[in-house]
């Protein structure tokens, strides 16, 4: 949704998984690891580039990637939500360079839709379209 001069873009969660009744949902710091949550945060910083491109109809018109909330699904004594979430957010600096600079927020969750390991949103500040 674009509001003024912001590009606000939902969460987005990896990976998708076809979850069978009563089958108990992998964890990252159990069944996932902390590199293969920091891979689907990468692979969500694709998806929101894709999206941005999308609403924008190019990623000229990002001036600044404002804020980044990051969801972790992960057992209760999981620490490292700031390195899964750095998936995304790295890749975000790699693409923008200071203009992908933001402030951000890594959370651990007990469960998030679809079984998704990590969900991420961000606020996109956008230039004109001219």
């Known amino acids: 949704m674009i509001r003024g ?7 987005k ?3 998708r998984r076809q979850l069978q009744p009563g089958q ?3 964890k990252v710091g159990r069944e996932v690891s902390t590199e293969e949550a920091t891979a ?3 692979e969500i910083g694709i998806y929101l580039l894709a999206l941005m491109k999308d609403a924008l ?8 990637v404002v804020k980044v909330l990051g969801m972790v699904n992960a057992v209760d004594d999981f620490t490292e939500h ?3 979430i750095n998936g995304c957010s790295d890749l975000l600096v790699e693409v923008f360079g200071a203009r992908g600079q ?11 839709p679809k079984g998704f390991a990590v ?3 961000a606020m996109v500040e956008i230039r004109d379209g001219q």
């Open 119 to 121: 969900e991420i949103e």
């Open 57 to 64: 109809g190019s990623l000229d018109r990002v001036e600044q």
């Open 24 to 26: 108990a949902v992998p």
């Open 82 to 84: 700031t390195e899964v």
């Open 13 to 15: 969660g990896a990976p």
């Open 102 to 112: 933001h402030t951000r927020s890594a959370v651990g969750v007990k469960s998030l």
């Open 5 to 11: 001069n912001y590009l606000y873009l939902s969460g």
């Open 40 to 42: 689907h945060a990468r």
